[in-house]
C-alpha cells in the first residue's frame, strides 16, 4: 500500500511539475504571440500625408450631442468636419465613420481631419465634408470624456446586428440634422461608410442594406464573426445577386480569435466572397493586430482608392475623336513596334497605316480582302487574308509569305482573328462565315474552332471547338491566359495556355461575343460591338465607352507611348487617349 501510495505520490508530483511547466510554456507562448502581434503592428508608422502641412488650409471640427430615437434611451456625441473654404451650399460628397473619437482625433492612430485636409488640398479628393458618430451610451448624460472607457453599452446591438436599424438612425436622424447647416450629396456613388472592428461590421451593414445611399465602404479590421450573426455575410455574398458597392477592407495576421470567431480567417472569407462575385473591392492584409495602426498607416491611400474616378479608362476629359472616315468597313487593327496602326478597308481590298505623326497612307493593295492582324516579334504583319482563306505573313516592304492555307477539312474556312503569342505561337479564330455573312447551318459546319501555328510554323493543331462563332481573341501580356470571343453565342471564353500551346481550363469570362479584342498592360480586356466594353481580369465591367457609330469591330492600342485606342468602327478610324498602356508586339518569351 505504502509503495503504491508512493508511486501515486510521484505521479501526482509529476503531473503538478508537467502542470507547471505547461503552465509556463502557455504563459511563454501566450506573451511571445502577443510581443509578435505588437511587433507586426509596430511595423505601421503614419506618413507624410498624416502629417500637418505648412500651408494646407485646415478645416472645422465642431462636436454635437444627439439624442436618440431609433435607438431609444441611448445618448452619443458625434463630429462634423467641413473642409477649408467649403461653400455649405454646394453639396460635398459624404464620409461617415462609426467609433468617431478614434477617427476624429488628430494624435490618434487615424488623424482623419488632417488627412482629409491634405489630400482635399492636393486635389486628390474632392470636398468631403465627414460625419464622427460615436455608439450609444443608455444614460441620460454623456461620460465626461469620449473614448472607449466607459465602453458604450449599446455599442454591439448598434454595431454588430445585421439589420436595416443603424442604417435608419443615419438617414432619419443624423445625416438630416447635419444638412441643416451644411449640404451633402444625396448620390451614393459619392457617400462612403467605414468603421473599425464592430464599426466596420456596421459599415458594410449599411451599405449592403441601402446601397441606394452608401456605396463605399471601408473597414478596418472588421468584425465579420458570430457575435450577434455577421458571420453570414460571405455566405450572403455569394448567393445574393451582387450590389453596387465598392469595399476597401484591412486586416492583420495578429488580429483576434476567440469565441465568436477568428478575424483573419473572416475577412479573407470576405475577400474571397467578394472576389468571387467580382465586387469592386481590395483587401490589404498585413502582419497587424487588432487596432487602428495599420489601417491609419494606409489611410491616404485607402481614401484614394475609394474615391478614385470609377475605372475609368479613358483620359481626363477625353472622348472617342474620329481620325479618318469615308471607307468600306474598317477592321483588324493593330500596332508595330514604334506605335503605327495598321488596319484593313476590307471591302476595298488595302490595308492602311496611321503613323505616330497622324498621317493616313495604303500599306498594301490588294490585300487578300485582309481582317485580323497582328505583328510578330520579327515586325512582319501577320494577316488574315479572308478572300484566300489562309494566314499571310507581310514584311516591311509589302512582301507576303503563305503560312497557312487548307488547314481544315474544309476549303471554305479561313481565318479571321489573330493573336500571336510571347513565344511566337499563333492562336487563330475560324468562324466559317460563308455563303450569306450570318447563315449557318449544321450541315455546312466545319470551323467554329480556334488553331494554333506552332513557333517554328511547322505545325498547325486545333486547340478548341464548340464554339457557335469564335471571332476576337486575344491574350495575356505573360502568355499564360487566352481569351477566345464567341460572337454567335455572345461569350467570351478563357482558357489557360500550356507550355506546349494547348488550351486547358475552359471557363466562361464574360456574357458578351465581340467582333475584335485587345488587351492592356494591367490585364483589362476590350471587347467591342455596341461602343467598347471592357472588363477587368476577374470579368467584372469596369467602363463602357460610347463611340458615334453603330457597330465597332476592333480595337488596338497604338501610339509611341502605347496609351492611345484605337477602334476601327464601320467606315471610320476612331482615337481616344486613355490612362492606361497597351502591350508592345513583339514581347520575349515568358519562362512558364
Known amino acids: 500500500m505504502s509503495s503504491m501510495s508512493f508511486v501515486r505520490g510521484g505521479s501526482a508530483a509529476r503531473r503538478a511539475s508537467s502542470a507547471v511547466v505547461i503552465v509556463v510554456v502557455q504563459a511563454f507562448a501566450a506573451w511571445l504571440g502577443a510581443a509578435l502581434a505588437r511587433a507586426g503592428d509596430d511595423a505601421y508608422e503614419l506618413g507624410s500625408e498624416s502629417m500637418r502641412r505648412e500651408g494646407v488650409p485646415r478645416g472645422t471640427v465642431t462636436e454635437h450631442v444627439w439624442k436618440s430615437e431609433i435607438f431609444a434611451g441611448t445618448i452619443r456625441r458625434y463630429w462634423v468636419y467641413e ?78 446586428t445585421p439589420s436595416d436599424q443603424y442604417a435608419r438612425f443615419l438617414l432619419e436622424e443624423i445625416l438630416p440634422e447635419v444638412a441643416k447647416t451644411c449640404a451633402i450629396t444625396v448620390d451614393p456613388d459619392r457617400r462612403a461608410i467605414g468603421g473599425i472592428s464592430s464599426g466596420g461590421i456596421c459599415a458594410f451593414t449599411v451599405a449592403w442594406e441601402r446601397p441606394d445611399a452608401f456605396r463605399r465602404v471601408l473597414s478596418h479590421v472588421g468584425s465579420f464573426t458570430n457575435i ?31 469565441a465568436h470567431g477568428s478575424w483573419p480567417l473572416a475577412n479573407q472569407q470576405m475577400a474571397a466572397a467578394l472576389r468571387f462575385t467580382k465586387y469592386d473591392h481590395r483587401f490589404v492584409y498585413g502582419e497587424g493586430e ?120 474544309k476549303r471554305l474556312n479561313g481565318p479571321n482573328d489573330l493573336w500571336i503569342a510571347p513565344d ?52 495575356t501580356p505573360d502568355g499564360r491566359v487566352l481569351y477566345v470571343a464567341d460572337l454567335g453565342a455572345k461569350k467570351t471564353w478563357q482558357f489557360r495556355i500550356r507550355p506546349d500551346g494547348s488550351l486547358t481550363s475552359r471557363k466562361p469570362f464574360c456574357e458578351l461575343g465581340s467582333d475584335g479584342m485587345t488587351i492592356d498592360d494591367a490585364g483589362n480586356v476590350y471587347l467591342t460591338g455596341k461602343g467598347v466594353t471592357v472588363f477587368d481580369a476577374t470579368g467584372r465591367q469596369i467602363d463602357a465607352i460610347a463611340v458615334e457609330a453603330a457597330w465597332t469591330a476592333n480595337v488596338c492600342f497604338g501610339g509611341a507611348d502605347l496609351r492611345t485606342l484605337f477602334i476601327t468602327a464601320q467606315e471610320g478610324l476612331w482615337a481616344l487617349p486613355t490612362r492606361v498602356r497597351g502591350v508592345r508586339p513583339g514581347a520575349p518569351r515568358v519562362t512558364r
Open 83 to 160: 473642409p477649408a473654404g467649403h461653400d455649405r451650399t454646394r453639396a460635398a460628397d459624404l464620409l461617415v465613420l462609426q467609433d468617431g473619437h478614434a477617427y476624429v482625433s488628430e494624435d490618434g492612430q487615424f488623424r482623419v481631419p488632417v488627412v482629409l485636409d491634405n489630400l482635399v488640398h492636393a486635389g486628390d479628393l474632392p470636398p468631403i465634408v465627414a460625419v464622427f458618430i460615436d455608439p450609444g451610451h443608455r444614460s441620460e448624460e454623456l461620460p465626461e470624456k469620449p473614448g472607449w472607457q466607459p465602453q458604450p453599452r449599446n455599442r454591439s446591438f448598434e454595431y454588430d
Open 228 to 258: 450577434r450573426g455577421g458571420h453570414v455575410y460571405p455566405a450572403l455574398i455569394r448567393k445574393t445577386p451582387p450590389k453596387p458597392l465598392r469595399v476597401f477592407l484591412q486586416d492583420g495576421s495578429g488580429d483576434l480569435d476567440n
Open 290 to 409: 487588432h487596432s487602428g495602426k495599420h489601417g491609419g498607416a494606409i489611410l491616404p491611400d485607402s481614401l484614394r482608392w475609394l474615391w478614385r474616378a470609377g475605372d475609368a479608362i479613358a483620359a481626363r476629359g477625353a472622348k472617342p475623336e474620329k481620325l479618318a472616315g469615308g471607307f468600306g468597313f474598317t477592321e483588324g487593327p493593330a500596332v508595330d513596334a514604334a506605335g503605327n496602326v495598321y488596319f484593313t478597308d476590307q471591302p476595298n481590298d488595302r490595308i492602311l497605316r496611321w503613323s505616330t505623326a497622324g498621317e493616313l497612307s495604303t500599306f498594301l493593295e490588294p490585300s487578300g480582302r485582309a481582317n485580323g492582324l497582328f505583328f510578330d516579334r520579327h515586325g512582319n504583319l501577320l494577316a488574315c487574308a479572308d478572300e484566300k482563306n489562309e494566314l499571310w505573313s507581310i514584311d516591311p516592304s509589302g512582301a507576303k509569305t503563305v503560312l497557312v492555307e487548307r488547314y481544315a477539312e
Open 424 to 475: 511566337g505561337g499563333v492562336y487563330f479564330t475560324d468562324p466559317f462565315y460563308r455563303r450569306e455573312y450570318w447563315e449557318h447551318t449544321e450541315r455546312e459546319q466545319d470551323g467554329e474552332h480556334v488553331y494554333w501555328l506552332s513557333p517554328d510554323r511547322r505545325e498547325v493543331r486545333r486547340v478548341a471547338e464548340g464554339f457557335v462563332r469564335p471571332n476576337g481573341i486575344v491574350g
